[in-house]
Structure formats: C-alpha cells, structure tokens
C-alpha cells in the first residue's frame, strides 16, 4: 500500500527499501504481491487536515487518522474488490467476536499494543480484519521470522509519521507549513524569546525552545505552556504544575460498543504508551466531559483520548481542550 508520492531521496525515505523486504518475503513464501496506490486520498483524507490541525495550534495524529480513512477504509474495499475475504494487519492488537459483533482489545504484549491508534476506526470495520500478532510477543515474531529464513527478523522497528516515514520532524513540517516567528513570553508577559512558528511546538515541549540559561535566570528547564494564536505567542513556564490538569473536553467520539453509556467510570489514556488512567465520563451531546482522578500532564487539543474497560477498548474522542481551573498542584 502506497500513500505517499513524494521521495526527499534521503536515506529517511525507507519506501523503496520497504518494498524490497516485502518482495522478498513474498517470494519465499510463494505468493503474489500486489501494490495499491492511495497517495491521493492520503493527502485529501489524511495529510490536508494534519497541516490544518497544526496551523490552528493543535497537535494532530495522522496514525489515527490513517487507521480510520485509508487502511481501515479503503485499502478494506480494495482487498474486497480483487477477492480477498479479510485483511490482515500487523497491529498488535486483538479481536473477539460474539453474536456476530466484534470487539477490539489489547493485545498480550502490552508494551507494542496499538489499540489506541484504532480508536476511531469504524467497528463495523473490524468484521473484515485478523490481527495474527494479537497474542505473539515482539520477540516471538522475531523468532518466527528468523526461523523462515527471512533477513527482516533483525530490522528495527518503525517509526515516524505514519507512512510518511522516518523524516527530522520539523524540517519535513517546514517544507508545508508558513514559518511565522513570534514571541516566547513567560506566565507573566515578559518576552524572554523568539519562536520560529506556533505550529512547530507542542504543550509540554522541553526540549528545542532555545531559551534556556538566560543570563541570571532560574536555572530549571521551561517549558510549552501555551499557544496563543491571536498574538502568535509561545507561553512557557517553569513549573510543571502549570502544565497538569484532571478534566478535559472531548468530540468526535467513535464508540466501539453498541450503546456507551451516558456517564461511565473506565480507564483511558490521552496518548501512546500512557498507563491507563482512571477516570469518568459524561456524554453531552457531541461532548464528552472527561474527568480523571489523578492530574494528567500536557494534555493536548488536537490528540485523542482512548476508552478502556480491562483489555477491551470502548472507542475514542478527539480532545478539544482542558478544563479552566483544574490544576491539580499548588
């Protein structure tokens, strides 16, 4: 599956490497290997509103978005065009079916569970997928490749932009995105800084915001704050309680349970590799109300929180924002 046209021709882009490795695979095992080119719809579906998000302040997830549009949506009728009765996907994730519905939990090994970048998938989807890593453990995997003789058993493991791959952040960010510098003013208004563009901050950022040993200065770290688009202004601070909250505000749910309920006490995480956290929610409407019992640092408009319930994933929200006067610590 091909999502992506345009190759920098630095050693970042492993597409044609990757290719390769799956040729390869395919021929050992004695199969036809077939391409699907979605790079157009990857950028109308996926990449145009990943540039949005970031020129409106927040901080999107184009794995999420990917799941949802292309490989949990097109690449699925494609599979169902050529003949294909499932698609099966190396998401460390599992599925179990009962009556007929499916359901998405985590898979065994915890530590590469990927149920949080399914969230928004449609669950009627799930009916035409097999997750085979469901209950393997990396090194398992590992192993069972080694074991067929295939060289991708000692390959790293990915990362990056969804299928944009491997590439330095925001130098890829800054061949789509207007830099708009502006200032970078502490809690209080003072300007201790310059910033080259909001879009190329998070909340929570320490590292890269170029202000650190200020001449007779606090010496702590600072950190994001805020992103104030109407003035272009960076807020940092000092004190990491001023970046915590225990309420939140989420839309666009996508419940993968026949009937969520309207307030339900559950697990969740508001980013990859979080612990689980307990909390409550309360459906209004479009919203949900999210309140958590311990304080949550940086959460951030524009991610997603996920639900859980055990091992089952419940659905997701998109986070539109924290709850003014929420912080936890003095």
């Known amino acids: 599956m091909k999502n992506w046209e345009e190759d920098d021709g630095t050693e970042l882009c492993t597409a044609p490497r990757d290719f390769d490795d799956a040729r390869q695979v395919a021929d050992a095992i004695g199969i036809e290997l077939l391409t699907a080119n979605f790079s157009a719809e990857y950028w109308e579906r996926v990449f145009e509103e990943f540039l949005s998000e970031y020129q409106n302040g927040r901080t999107p997830n184009p794995d999420i978005l990917c799941n949802r549009e292309i490989k949990f949506d097109l690449f699925i009728r494609y599979a169902k065009q050529i003949g294909a009765d499932r698609v099966a996907t190396g998401h460390y994730a599992d599925l179990t079916s009962r009556d007929g519905l499916y359901e998405l939990h985590k898979a065994k090994d915890l530590s590469k ?9 449609p669950k009627d989807c799930f009916a035409h997928v097999l997750f085979p890593l469901s209950h393997l453990k990396k090194k398992d995997v590992r192993q069972i490749a080694k074991d067929a003789g295939f060289d991708v058993h000692q390959k790293k493991d990915s990362t990056g932009i969804s299928i944009i791959g491997e590439r330095r952040f925001n130098e890829f960010l800054c061949r789509y995105l207007k830099s708009e510098p ?21 909340l929570g950022q320490r590292q890269g915001l170029g202000i650190g040993g200020l001449s007779g200065a606090d010496p702590r770290p600072w950190y994001v704050m805020k992103k104030l688009l109407a003035t272009n202004t960076l807020v940092v601070t000092q004190l990491e309680a001023d970046l915590v909250t225990n309420r939140l505000i989420a839309t666009n749910a996508n419940w993968l349970v026949d009937s969520p309920e309207t307030k339900s006490n559950c697990m969740a995480k508001t980013r990859y590799g979080q612990t689980d956290q307990k909390c409550q929610f309360l459906i209004q409407g479009t919203r949900l109300e999210v309140t958590f019992d311990m304080p949550q640092r940086a959460v951030t408009p524009g991610q997603h929180i996920a639900f859980y319930q055990g091992t089952r994933c419940l659905g997701g929200a998109q986070i539109e924002s924290t709850m003014e006067g929420t912080t936890a610590y003095a």
């Open 113 to 121: 569970d990927q149920t949080y970048f399914l969230q928004a998938v």
């Open 182 to 202: 502006g200032p970078i003013v502490d809690k209080l208004g003072n300007e201790i800084g310059q910033h080259a563009g909001l879009a190329f901050f998070t």
